[in-house]
């Protein structure tokens, strides 16, 4: 039995940082042709579902990710790196000519452009992998995955409501910009939904600026969702978590310097779920989010 399943990608990420990658005008300035030498690489394990279950491991809890595997060179990378972190990787399948990796150039500063790379595919769930392994748990999160049929991931959260397993769940832009009926079920589904600032917009067809964070938004915008925990994050405004018409605000806490930030949203949802898993105090789950997701922005790595 795992304390968490965490659904999502898998990828191989390949950072690069150094004088060379000049950077104005929050973009890199880079030249058709040219060849540029740096002083750092990084390589590590990446993806929303790696993400969130290495750092929930971090908080004492048992994980395990599920997701697709490439059958090449980056596997058993990708496999010892989260076999180090005590991520179970049992539940993992592999496919041929499959890839999800990132290049991901920094600047001095911490900013990132991310080049991304993923095979095309529609289903999540193989034959490989037995519906009676994937209930042994007694969280599971759901990341972003749009590239996965909305029929598949409405199949995943019902299987798991049926057994009386929280689920956790975040939904990208891509996602939020759906209908608001083709989420329907997905979110009936749902009892913890994560989102940032700008992805709640888009879930409510509402202009960014129109949206008051610190008032009720969830009972305003989304009435029949008041009764589910909903958490959104507002990068270096803190997040906000709506339950029952309250509201908790948490500030977003400043590391001494910004070296990487990529990851920082999935460690605050890794602390978040950890700590409420163990307390079920929603201010303290917060409190975890926001330290963690600063000690993530302190380091290159997204977990």
């Not at 915008?221 to 589910?228: E, G």
Request: net charge positive; hydrophobic share 40%; glycine share 8%.
């Amino acid at each position: 039995m795992y304390d968490l399943i965490s659904i999502g990608s898998i990828s191989i990420d390949l950072y690069f940082k150094g004088e060379s990658l000049t950077f104005k005008d929050n973009r890199f300035q880079l030249a058709v042709g040219g060849k540029y030498v740096v002083d750092h690489f990084y390589e590590s394990v990446g993806g929303s579902a790696s993400n969130v279950a290495v750092g929930v491991g971090k908080f004492g809890l048992k994980p395990a990710v599920f997701g697709i595997v490439g059958n090449n060179p980056f596997k058993h990378i990708i496999l010892n790196k989260l076999q180090q972190k005590n991520v179970s990787t049992n539940l993992c399948y592999y496919k041929d000519d499959y890839y999800n990796i990132s290049a991901i150039l920094l600047s001095q500063a911490g900013e990132r452009s991310i080049i991304h790379y993923i095979t095309p595919h529609q289903n999540l769930i193989n034959d490989a992998v037995s519906i009676n392994r994937l209930i042994e748990t007694k969280i599971v999160y759901l990341g972003n995955l749009p590239e996965v049929s909305i029929s598949e991931r409405q199949e995943i959260l019902h299987l798991y409501k049926k057994h009386g397993i929280m689920t956790v769940v975040n939904l990208g832009s891509q996602d939020c910009r759906r209908k608001k009926k083709q989420l329907e079920n997905i979110l009936t589904n749902t009892d913890i939904l994560i989102v940032n600032g700008h992805e709640f917009a888009d879930l409510v067809k509402a202009p960014y600026s129109d949206i008051h964070f610190k008032e009720d938004i969830v009972w305003w915008y989304i009435p029949n969702l008041a009764q589910k925990l909903v958490v959104v994050t507002e990068g270096s405004k803190g997040s906000y978590a709506y339950l029952n018409g309250k509201v908790y605000h948490q500030a977003a806490i400043k590391p001494a310097q910004i070296v990487d930030t990529t990851g920082a949203g999935d460690g605050y949802t890794a602390a978040f779920i950890a700590e409420y898993f163990k307390s079920k105090d929603i201010k303290k789950s917060m409190e975890k989010g926001a330290i963690y997701a600063a000690k993530i922005l302190s380091k290159i790595g997204a977990n």
